[in-house]
């Protein structure tokens, strides 16, 4: 009797630990199942401001139909108002849109122009302080493009060193008193710029103090010499160790002058799509990659418009 009350007891046991283990299996698995793939960002730039009274929600739907999740818009304070951004904004976050307030100018890089600067970072600090929280603006994104100004190929040191005087002051005056993001567009090359008299590169010096950057990655094919993999990788590799979720890739589908192989705008919207596709599979492995960029939303809703025709 004694050995098969313990026989039984044994038995009820081995059946209580086989429930534990299946039942902590199935929790683990469903926590694995239910885990969030990284959500990676997906912008467009709007330079228009002016269109968003009459096409907001046109805007918004093609931004949901394309999986838009950020969209830097233009300030442009003497012709649009305050509450057509508001209302752009409120609409763009019911649909989890967030929306970044876009300025920028090549003098932009010189300290001489730090007043304009100043001007767009009081606007939109102000602008969030009168808003309601779904009506603000989540940060600032600029693009400057310094060496489109004459005094690149004259002195490049001297326009680097107050460019970069000129995005600490960028990054200090938003974060005065608010949670802004700031980020930046950068050309691909920017790895290839030294800090004046330092052995640092001016794209590591960018991503340590910008909570992100946008690279002008503008080629037409994802793998393959000169492809935007092939453009992109060295700034996306030295930003691995740096900031996680700091380099967002763009690409152009506005009609370019500098050469079909810069643009999507003859390939179509449906390569472009199978090009970021590639891209994001192939960069998805490094933790700076923080997605993808498509300039700008007018040329890519008129080649869409275009395609259906």
């Not at 931004?63 to 508001?86: C, D, F, G, M, W």
């Not at 960018?206 to 994802?222: G, K, Q």
């Amino acid at each position: 009797m004694l050995i098969l009350r313990w026989a039984r007891t044994a038995i009820h046991r081995n059946w209580v630990w086989l429930l534990i283990v299946l039942c902590v299996s199935v929790v683990a698995g469903s926590m694995l199942h239910l885990r969030p793939e990284p959500a990676y960002t997906k912008a467009t730039w709007i330079w228009n401001a002016r269109i968003l009274p009459a096409h907001t929600e046109e805007i918004v739907a093609f931004a949901k139909q394309n999986e838009i999740n950020l969209i830097y818009v233009h300030i442009e304070p003497t012709t649009v108002s305050p509450q057509v951004y508001r209302d752009f904004i409120r609409t763009a976050k019911k649909a989890s849109i967030q929306v970044e307030a876009l300025g920028g100018d090549p003098n932009w890089a010189l300290t001489a122009s730090r007043g304009s600067i100043g001007d767009l970072v009081s606007w939109v600090k102000a602008f969030n302080h009168s808003a309601k929280p779904d009506e603000r603006f989540q940060g600032i994104h600029v693009d400057i493009e310094p060496y489109l100004l004459a005094d690149w190929k004259k002195d490049q040191d001297a326009v680097v060193e107050q460019w970069m005087k000129n995005v600490v002051y960028l990054v200090a005056e938003t974060k005065k008193d608010s949670d802004l993001l700031v980020g930046a567009d950068l050309p691909f090359w920017i790895d290839s710029v030294m800090v004046p008299g330092e052995k640092e590169k001016v794209s590591n010096w960018m991503v340590e103090r910008l909570d992100s950057i946008t690279l002008m990655a503008y080629r037409n094919h994802a793998m393959g010499p000169n492809g935007i993999i092939d453009i992109v990788h060295r700034v996306v590799a030295d930003a691995n160790s740096r900031k996680s979720g700091s380099v967002v890739v763009g690409v152009n589908i506005l009609e370019s002058k500098e050469g079909a192989n810069t643009s999507f705008h003859a390939d179509g919207t449906v390569e472009m799509e199978k090009q970021l596709a590639i891209l994001q599979e192939e960069l998805e492995k490094n933790p700076s990659f923080a997605g993808s960029a498509i300039h700008d939303y007018e040329s890519w809703l008129h080649a869409s418009r275009r395609e259906e025709e």
